[in-house]
């Protein structure tokens, strides 16, 4: 039995272990190549995208027509009503407006693959401009001609290195047999002549080798391939997109921390921006405050002794009823103790018993006519009507109903009171306030500034914005901090509606931020105070738009100015645009 060669298992595993070598992903964190790239680049439908001063225009291919969307660069908001018209070269087309700044035209030959330098030209009742750009149309490849996604380098040339194994096997195969022939003799020479050197295999052995690691070889070629791990452990290059129409609609975070926003995203989304405006700001304080009645427009209605409610005629009024001045809002039949009943009583018969006494001598002096004395019959008369008054206004405080009445005319703000109730001397039953003439008040720590304040605005927990005026501080501290009284002021003219909300909206007690101005200020850039969001980390930040639709995070140091604004001192440069409407939505975005 002839043995075989060591050198061929070891040539056999060689081999298979260079042609199986595949690519490996890493976990997550631990893989040190190159970063990724964006996956939405390579899925997005083509684009275009030009600005002016006054217009930002985004235009998509997709699905056989071109889309334009038609925004104001400074704020974002769609251009409506306006007549947009696309040329490239010698063709031309006109767009048809269907809403919030969105224009479709059938593209014609922009469909076709190639670079089409675009000219848009815009006009609307209120500006004109024209807009250049390129639009790449790229060719649509043929799917079967990609090789699975996470092959490896060498996929490609599969088919070229089987042929090449095909071929170095055959000739291999006729080597052998030429050995083989030779061996047994060639012509002229007798068959068994030659003697094979000692440990080398025979011929068909030899043969049987190859054709086996011929085949071994091919199936590890058609096997190949990347090495995929199960559902949810892949952290590898990930794959792509299903498709244009599906990425190009969605936003997504880049890798180096900015945002792709789709411009119908950014419609959805309600995004807008305003222009961070340089400029000297004054100083501002941060106070907290609430709402307060106007003391000149406001009553309190409280219960005078012990006693029972009563309802009136109408009933007790509800609360956010009108109270006319003078108006009975209930009855209060006093309640007496028993000791305070009891004196009573003994004082209203010891009254009883003078009454009659003073009854019988007035009948006495009257039939003497004109011989009684003028002056004691008047002093009887007159005494007998006082100790029946005094006697029936004691009998009257058992039964007698008091009304309680409202000062002042307005809405009924509080009501503590209900039909038998017992209530105390003293007790507050009902509070009419004027919902036209309310105030606020602020608690200033530092004293120093209380006179400095030249204007002031208060924002409320929905975030609605009130203008106050500063009418007076007081001269006592109440818990550490000087309290500040300020004025609602009404929306100046030509206000945009919804800035503002009306005093008639607020209620008593409703806590407030109050952002009062000093005279002294700094310069910086002002933005709304909306557009300033927390990151991750706690730290300020906004959303600056610095491409049609792109968003990056910028970190700011800001202070607030009052009004709805903030002030950036650091993290800015003038004519920035923030997001100051959906900037919370856009940190959402993963």
Not at 264 to 269: C, F, I, N
Not at 513 to 526: D, I, K, N, W
Not at 560 to 586: E, F, I, K, M
Request: proline share 10%; aromatic share 4%.
């Amino acid at each position: 039995m002839q043995r075989t060669p060591a050198y061929l298992p070891i040539l056999l595993a060689t081999v298979l272990s260079v042609l199986t070598t595949t690519e490996v992903s890493a976990h997550e964190g631990h893989d040190h190549g190159p970063p990724l790239p964006a996956p939405v680049t390579a899925t997005l439908a083509p684009r275009v995208s030009a600005e002016s001063a006054d217009l930002e225009l985004v235009a998509v291919l997709e699905d056989g027509t071109l889309t334009v969307y038609l925004d104001e660069f400074a704020t974002n908001r769609p251009i409506e009503d306006a007549v947009l018209q696309v040329e490239s070269g010698a063709w031309q087309g006109t767009a048809t407006h269907e809403g919030e700044g969105v224009y479709r035209l059938d593209p014609g030959p922009l469909a076709e693959p190639g670079r089409h330098d675009l000219i848009f030209t815009i006009e609307s009742p209120t500006l004109a401009d024209l807009l250049l750009g390129a639009l790449e149309v790229p060719d649509d490849p043929g799917i079967d001609a990609q090789p699975p996604a996470g092959s490896p380098a060498w996929y490609d040339s599969v088919p070229l290195l089987q042929g090449a194994v095909v071929l170095l096997a055959l000739c291999s195969l006729a080597l052998l047999l030429w050995r083989d022939h030779r061996d047994r003799g060639g012509p002229g020479e007798p068959s068994g002549q030659r003697t094979p050197p000692k440990g080398s295999p025979s011929s068909t052995t030899a043969a049987m080798m190859t054709l086996a690691l011929l085949a071994t070889t091919l199936l590890a070629l058609d096997a190949v391939g990347p090495v995929r791990a199960h559902e949810g452990h892949d952290h590898g290059t990930p794959d792509p997109a299903p498709g244009p129409s599906a990425a190009g609609q969605a936003a997504a975070r880049l890798p180096d921390g900015t945002l792709f926003v789709p411009k119908p995203t950014q419609r959805l989304l309600g995004i807008r921006t305003a222009p961070a405006e340089p400029g000297e700001w004054p100083d501002t304080f941060t106070l907290s405050g609430h709402v307060i009645p106007d003391p000149n427009a406001s009553a309190l209605v409280q219960a005078p002794l012990r006693g029972r409610i009563e309802l009136p005629e109408d009933g007790l009024p509800l609360l956010g009823a009108s109270i006319r001045e003078g108006q009975v809002l209930a009855y209060l039949v006093p309640i007496l103790d028993a000791v305070d009943s009891t004196d009573l009583q003994a004082e209203m018969a010891e009254l009883d018993g003078r009454i009659e006494n003073l009854a019988r001598n007035l009948i006495r002096l009257r039939q003497l006519g004109d011989n009684a004395p003028r002056q004691e019959l008047e002093e009887t008369e007159t005494e007998h009507m006082s100790l029946t008054a005094r006697r029936r206004a004691i009998a009257d405080s058992f039964s007698a109903r008091m009304p309680l009445t409202a000062a002042v005319g307005g809405v009924l703000a509080l009501r503590n009171a209900s039909p038998g109730q017992i209530v105390a001397g003293g007790e507050t039953l009902f509070t009419v306030v004027d919902p036209q003439r309310l105030l606020v008040e602020a608690l200033l720590y530092d004293t120093d500034h209380a006179t400095h304040f030249t204007s002031a605005s208060a924002t409320t927990t929905e975030g609605r914005l009130l203008r106050l005026t500063p009418i007076g501080s007081g001269y006592e501290l109440r818990g550490h901090a000087l309290p500040i009284q300020f004025r609602i002021e009404p929306d100046p003219p030509g206000e945009k509606p919804g800035t503002s909300r009306p005093p008639d909206q607020l209620v008593v007690r409703q806590p407030l931020t109050v952002v009062a101005t000093m005279f002294h200020g700094s310069t910086g850039l002002r933005i709304p105070s909306a557009a300033v969001q927390r990151g991750p980390d706690g730290a300020e930040l906004v959303w600056v738009h610095v491409q049609p639709e792109h968003f990056r995070p910028q970190r700011v140091r800001v202070r607030a100015l009052g009004a709805g604004d903030s002030v950036v001192t650091a993290g800015l440069a003038a004519g920035d645009r923030v997001v100051s409407d959906g900037a919370a939505l856009l940190g959402q975005v993963r």
